[in-house]
């Protein structure tokens, strides 16, 4: 069996190293085109070739989104954007139609091909149609159960990859095949330009009732959120999905902050080293989820709870703030050398992100300077670089962060 994959989403070259840096087995992002994130920072040609070269010069893979539904005058420069990805050796495409797949099978074969969520794989036949015509992987959807993904494992006996989505933010359509976007604002969210109008707030009224009395459904004192979904966590049972047949583990997020790719994948990698050496599940890591911006999290429909994925809150939820980028320690001066990201003062005890063994311990900021050697109070200078003397050498991309009053 090939090695269990943790794959992280990134929308930026910094998120990539981010990811890499905390574990990632693999990434996925998209060009300027083509992928389903219209507004996430998405790629160039120059900074796809330079992703896919510093995910193989450390031994990952990087897979390109190419999920839009196309349409017929997609195809001439798709054909281009795909010659490209196979030039400059993409791992792997994710692709959503049947026509697109086609259309590579026939002109890029070196390309490998995976079938996104967005084309709602749900049995086992389909799995097998799939694989008989040369898809590589399919990203399940989300609407199977634990069972129901081993059902599908047992019949294509590991002919074909299966990936399941592990953590982030679910659509509340149908394997993410909503219209809500494009009738409310004009938005395809099928070609990438979901405004998420599921996460606005919703009042409903009966038609035989004046316009100003709305029906009474409020769970709290902002409203009543009946489209939304949680955030689906699947850490205390990974271990049942990888039983189950799962190769790869997807973390959802190319919108998502640096801090909270660093926080999650450094939990899942964890827990998935904890799983493949026989240890038991850790529930301090499901606390680091917590620490991270996130709505209610729900176990989604792997353990047949479906009434539990509504949310009781439109608002996420965020303990801690990120509050610096480690760039690495300067021997000379005793000192981290960070980059602000929040405002902090000196004084402030600061809690470490890192794959390392520094996880988690506190570092209190008693001394902090600027480039010029002054001793700096309030450090409210977005991206300014600073040095936090203290014996305690922490690597290049751990993060600092710190809990919210």
Not at 36 to 54: M, P
Not at 82 to 111: Q, T, W, Y
């Amino acid at each position: 069996m090939n090695k269990i994959e943790l794959l992280a989403p990134c929308g930026n070259i910094k998120k990539l190293k981010t990811a890499l840096y905390f574990g990632a087995d693999a990434v996925y992002f998209a060009g300027k085109d083509f992928g389903l994130r219209a507004y996430a920072g998405n790629f160039s040609h120059e900074e796809i070739e330079r992703a896919i070269a510093l995910c193989h010069n450390k031994n990952k893979k990087a897979y390109v989104t190419v999920n839009i539904f196309a349409q017929n005058k997609d195809f001439g420069p798709l054909g281009d954007y795909l010659a490209f990805l196979e030039d400059v050796k993409a791992d792997g495409v994710i692709v959503s139609d049947a026509g697109v797949i086609s259309f590579i099978k026939k002109r890029f074969p070196k390309l490998n091909i995976h079938l996104s969520t967005q084309a709602n794989t749900i049995n086992k036949y389909a799995v097998e149609f799939w694989k008989d015509i040369g898809v590589s992987r399919v990203v399940l959807a989300r609407e199977l159960s634990v069972d129901q993904i081993k059902e599908i494992s047992d019949y294509v006996k590991g002919q074909i990859e299966l990936e399941a989505f592990a953590h982030g933010a679910m659509c509340i359509a149908y394997s993410g095949r909503c219209l809500l976007s494009t009738y409310l604002t004009g938005r395809d969210s099928n070609r990438g330009e979901c405004v998420q109008a599921c996460r606005w707030e919703y009042r409903l009224t009966e038609v035989n009732r004046p316009e100003d009395q709305y029906l009474t459904l409020t769970q709290d004192s902002r409203g009543s959120y009946i489209l939304n979904s949680k955030d689906l966590c699947t850490l205390p049972f990974l271990d049942k999905l990888m039983d189950a047949g799962v190769f790869c583990f997807k973390i959802e997020g190319r919108m998502k902050s640096e801090y909270y790719i660093a926080a999650v994948v450094n939990a899942y990698r964890k827990r998935l080293d904890d799983i493949l050496n026989g240890k038991e599940y850790d529930p301090s890591l499901y606390e680091e989820l917590n620490k991270v911006k996130h709505r209610y999290y729900t176990d989604g429909f792997y353990l047949n709870k479906q009434a539990e994925m509504c949310y009781n809150t439109s608002i996420p939820d965020n303990g801690y703030k990120f509050i610096a980028l480690v760039l690495g320690y300067d021997e000379d001066k005793g000192a981290i050398v960070v980059e602000q990201r929040n405002r902090f003062r000196r004084g402030d005890t600061l809690e470490i992100l890192s794959p390392s063994e520094n996880h988690n311990r506190l570092l209190k900021a008693e001394h902090i300077l600027d480039e010029d050697g002054n001793m700096v109070e309030d450090c409210k200078l977005v991206q300014q670089k600073l040095y936090i003397k203290s014996e305690l050498k922490l690597n290049e991309n751990d993060i600092l962060r710190k809990r919210r009053d």
